[in-house]
């Protein structure tokens, strides 16, 4: 729908529980969010948008370059995010925010590369999201019995279905091979879209530590105070390790 102007309307939502959000925003088919929509909170006050090239911020200001984060829920993050807080330091730039919450790294890297050849981008920040990555079924059970939406980290981190290049990944299989498409498939990515910058984040699990029990370390409670092992899924130290492999 466009208004009189030509410019298109924004659709106007209020903001669901955090595990809805994604529902809300996300268009299944191109696997991208839904552009032109405002989160509002039970005040009216707005919360985020989701501008005309359907990422995450203020609309586009031609007067600027146009710089892109992107990544998954670590990017997309709570309220405006943070990518937005960078304009201050860059002069003449203007930071939008390329996050999805749960995207796994092929997403992210088809999205950002199609995105660069429909728009002049100046800068392309890539933060890699879910990898694919399967846990043995040894080790895949809730800690309470329940198919909460965190218990879903099994089936993100299988290839996604546009991976038509991997092929089916046994019960237990070695992470080695996996990781090797995701360097193939980055080092691709470099290469036609040459004007990305790779940001890497430290992991809270390390070597140092995967050996250790940790769920003396964990906590319960709402999204800003808990703490746990990989959502709902039980905790164990052979778990542990595999994830680090």
Not at 60 to 77: M, T, Y
Not at 90 to 108: C, K, M, R, T, V
Not at 181 to 195: A, H, M, S, T
Not at 209 to 237: E, H
Request: net charge neutral; proline share 10%.
């Amino acid at each position: 729908m466009t208004k009189p102007d030509g410019v298109p309307a924004k659709s106007i939502h209020l903001l669901p529980p955090p595990s809805a959000v994604k529902r809300l925003c996300f268009d299944e088919t191109t696997r991208t969010l839904r552009p032109n929509m405002v989160l509002v909170d039970r005040r009216g006050a707005i919360v985020f948008e989701i501008n005309e090239l359907g990422l995450k911020g203020a609309a586009r200001d031609p007067a600027r370059k146009l710089a892109v984060i992107w990544g998954d829920s670590v990017v997309f993050g709570i309220d405006w995010s943070w990518p937005w807080l960078i304009d201050e330091m860059a002069p003449g730039h203007q930071f939008l925010n390329g996050g999805i919450e749960a995207d796994p790294y092929d997403n992210i890297l088809r999205r950002a590369e199609a995105f660069n050849h429909a728009h002049a981008v100046a800068l392309n920040i890539v933060m890699l999201g879910w990898h694919p990555w399967h846990l043995p079924a040894a080790f895949a059970q809730p800690a309470s019995g329940s198919e909460g939406p965190l218990r879903r980290l099994t089936q993100i981190f299988r290839p996604s279905p546009r991976e038509s290049h991997m092929p089916p990944i046994p019960a237990d299989p070695d992470p080695q091979p996996i990781h090797r498409w995701l360097r193939g498939d980055l080092l691709g990515f470099l290469q036609r879209v040459p004007n990305t910058v790779l940001v890497t984040m430290p992991t809270a699990l390390n070597r140092t530590i995967v050996d250790r029990d940790l769920s003396p370390y964990f906590t319960q409670g709402g999204r800003d105070t808990v703490f746990t092992f990989a959502g709902d899924l039980a905790y164990s130290m052979e778990a542990q390790r595999h994830m680090l492999a």
